[in-house]
């Protein structure tokens, strides 16, 4: 069954779409908002879990889990945690064939839940840090979803951490950022900006959100991971406090993090091509795919295509296709929509002249390989093009990033395309209002590594302290 | 803080409470009958999550992710399966602010979500056979909780497979029970008994369902994985056909089979002991702890421990436990109520000598042994002990099942304390209810490799066709 992709110059949201129906990464399901993750799909969210468990666990971090259902009333002891939270629960009243009591939420974060645990487990500045991370499903009810980027229960890590100090805390704020963005940009091969959301986009409970920003090729931006310095907020909503080294009782600091299932998303809308998905070697669950050429010496081509396999399985996860009912054409085009990096092709001719013939997905580029030497190229190849991928991406973000002054060139800009636009802001909420009102975009971030630079705010022209990134957003 | 165990010979309901307690392995949750996996606890699940991950991906199989929530109407379309499941369900009739039109159910088990997709992703034989897993959390409703045996929430794995023919789904069915048999024994050091649930005790929706049993020390039984023959009832309730090699429309054949974190309930009832946690070397997150006796030349002592611990960190995982302000005695008991399999103590007089002292957590054994030959003593005891645990869980089942022909005499067994008892009966449910209702016993599995043996029901003493395993259960 061939699968015709649209092309993105033509519709970007059904290319998105077509994307994951041709490489089999997700669909649908029959239950509003919910999404089913299909093996394809699923593989390369495992590739995501081990690799940033493994970062994780390198920086002190244990794993548990908490409860799935959060009692409504705990919500509500944060008041600005449950003003944010409120309108997306879904909501459970009956268990066991009774109406419950008190209704159950649907956990859309864990923050309340986990600090009455906390509550409990810290006593003395001996029982901290606490650095406890969870890998679990949670439901934020959604009106439009999209797959990975948007949908009623996603998965996702949650961090959640306890500190003595106020200095502490907001060093594993941004510690965690920096793993995030280490793992977007090496892993991911997806460049971030890194800054700071404004006071109006901060999660519902925090005193800062950090954030890693990347553009997607229709340069809008998306947001992919956050980072935040909850202060002593949820050890004052829950009473958590330790005794100190001097005997006094003082609150306990928080910081909480996560990234999702929507980074497969983001993954997609940074490599992939009108052909289909192009994965970065790093998440490839498939890194190269042999399609031997069966057309005579079947046999004889099987078998060395084989051997072939095994010579390189030491550098590479490797499938060898000998699939007999679709043609070598066919499967090219299988492969190239599930974005395998490299496909190797044998023939009888290939067989003779010692040489495999090494195709690149993401530029297409053909070369003929000697065999005794292709387990040193194909390590090779996959390390280029990891950061070829990279690269490319960085250079669009940086094509694409546009300082502007005047504000009819903002609205302009924006009334027919996106870009990352770095503009003056007075810091007035008044002002990020209106640029979102009138052109439906956003703040993204307040750049950590932003020059100190005077001006004058885009909008109103009072003096701003720097400039900021505004863009259109999933 | 000095945790108190309570012996088993007293109160065994308690002791086992005290030991996840004093291990700090779960906690209950302030959300009536969920638990909370504490990072001790988690990083037991975590391992045998790996360990059975690899043992699933080597027979085929693949992972994959399907929603939280089921739509009530796709529970009832299975007549038996919603009549089982029904009155256990957690539901949803609230979301994002409204009243949901359909309610939805937590999911308790997959098999009706999974089918209706399986539905547009089978048409061919040519789709077949689809072996997918899912890791995921799933709710039954309990009155009665006990921590990881029998929790409201729990985390767990599910396959769900599908066949062209009734001998390959028959043959999966074994297949999977027998890779929950290998696990139990050889990683868990837990022995089972492999055989077939009464129709009476099948999954809701099977035709059969097959089933390891393990013997606790208290000499009850628990269930600790099922595996099941589904036929053709979930095709046929969601209309999934395939076209054959010969071109005509049949049902699809259908297996599930799922294990839970009441895999941890088993472990810590198989081997623990008065002192508290005892773990298998194979499922031990830390198999190792050196204890310096940091009394005098602490630093010297210190370096010295560290380089050990560097020496055997290739066949163990090793954790050095330098903390000053508690005693080495302390620690000792420390580590052995987190069930740590060896510890190793390091003291001034140790170091003159070249000799590490070892202490194997489950006999109390203590050996002096020389530093060069450390690793490989420690490779050697690791795999004895993994061996002796097994022998001994092993012994005391054997020890405990009784072959009995007389009806009172099981009631007197029974009556006191439990067993496995081998006894003949005669099929009937009826045989079967009156055991069960009298007794508090039921009948656990017609094992695979029992004996054909004609005899009299114990009940009725009606002709049977062989004996099966009678007990009290978790």
Known sequence: MEFKIAKRSEDYSRWYGDVIAAAQLADYSPVKGCMVIRPNGYAIWEKIQRALDDLFKATGHVNAYFPLFIPESFLKKEAEHVEGFAPECAVVTHGGGEKLEEPLVVRPTS????????????????????????????????????????????????????????????EEAFRMLGVYKQFAEETMAMPVLTGEKTPAQKFAGARHTYCIEAMMQDKRALQSGTSHDLGQNFAKAFDVRFQNEQGQLEYVWATSWGVSTRLIGGLIMTHSDDKGLVLPPALAPTQVVFVPILTK???????????????????????????????????????????????LEVGPKDLAKKQVVLVRRDTGEKQFVPQETLPETIAMTLRTMQQDLFNRAKSLREDNTIYLDDYKQLCDLFAESSAFVKAHWCESPDCEARVQEENKVTIRCVEFDRPQEAGACIVCGKPSPGRVVFSKAY
Chains 1, 2 share one sequence.
């Open 111 to 170: 923050e309340t839940i986990i600090w009455s645990c906390y509550r409990n487990w810290i006593q003395s500045y001996r029982d901290l840090p606490l650095l406890i991370n969870q890998w679990a499903n949670v439901v934020r009810w959604e009106m439009r979803t999209r797959l990975f980027l948007r949908t009623t229960e996603f998965l996702w890590q949650e961090g959640h951490t306890a500190h003595a100090t106020e200095t502490e805390a907001q």
């Open 297 to 343: 010496d079947a046999e004889t081509v099987l078998q060395a295509t084989r051997h072939l396999a095994d010579t390189i399985r030491p550098v590479a996860t490797v499938q060898v296709d000998d699939r007999t009912n679709v043609s070598p054409g066919w499967k090219f085009n299988d492969w190239e929509q599930r974005g395998v990096p490299i496909r």
